[in-house]
């Protein structure tokens, strides 16, 4: 992979091995320009100084009864655009449609 110095590495990774691969890829002394995760462990990937170029998908929808806890408030509020970080939000309208 070095050699090939791809511009995008499509990783189809379950949990940790996405951290485990650019770990080993650091190691190696590259780092890939850009790459997406299929199925990562997302808050790991996200803390991981090696996962800095790193896109991957989720499964969060903010619906009930997902966001009713307070400690899920933050990430309700991350993805409907009112994060507090300063950085814009991404919002995924849900799928669901409202019970009649």
Known sequence: MKEANADFLWVGSLGLESN???ESLRKL???PKNS???YPAPGPLALSPDGDK???S???EPDEPFM???RHEAARRGVQ???DQGQPALHAPST???AA
């Open 20 to 22: 485990l691969l650019l």
């Open 29 to 31: 002394d590259y780092t």
């Open 36 to 38: 997406f995760h299929l």
């Open 54 to 56: 790193a896109l991957c």
């Open 58 to 60: 989720t499964f969060l």
């Open 68 to 70: 009713t806890p307070a």
């Open 81 to 83: 655009g009112e994060g």
């Open 96 to 98: 669901r449609r409202p």
